[in-house]
């Protein structure tokens, strides 16, 4: 088998690989409490076969002439990576709206939360502020 059908194969073995990932992301994305740490090492794994597909397509090209006509087994494996491609940025597109809609949610969790936090002790310009704790006393601090 020539290094091209190899490289070839392995591109399509991280993009199975990669679609897994994807579908655990996915799955985060759309449970109704996400596992930040969970996410944060799907994340990393995505990142990392992001990598080595980048590489492979280095090694891709470097192993591609030019001039010379692509065999039927380079031509087969290339439309099965083609399809995966578009398939997983579907996918993709899929779990950017996900995260969207959470991002949203979490920021009208803290909308209604920021009326009933606290009082501030310095304000803006950093000095302190005059708290009124009730009653007729004040307090500076």
Do not use: C
Not at 35 to 48: C, F, M, P, W
Not at 55 to 67: T, V
């Amino acid at each position: 088998m020539s290094r091209l059908l190899e490289v070839l194969d392995q591109m399509t073995a991280v993009l199975n690989s990669l679609k897994e990932v994807m579908d655990a992301e996915q799955q985060q994305l759309s449970a109704g409490q996400i596992n930040g740490s969970a996410l944060q090492r799907i994340t990393e794994d995505k990142s990392s076969l992001l990598a080595t597909l980048d590489y492979l397509e280095q090694q891709r090209r470097a192993e591609q002439k030019p001039d010379a006509q692509a065999s039927s087994d380079v031509s087969q494996r290339w439309q099965t990576i083609t399809q995966k491609t578009q398939h997983l940025r579907d996918i993709n597109q899929h779990n950017g709206w996900l995260l969207e809609d959470q991002l949203t949610r979490n920021e009208q969790t803290l909308a209604v939360l920021k009326p009933h936090q606290e009082p501030k002790f310095y304000g803006a310009d950093g000095q302190a502020t005059t708290v009124n704790r009730g009653g007729n006393k004040k307090i500076t601090i």
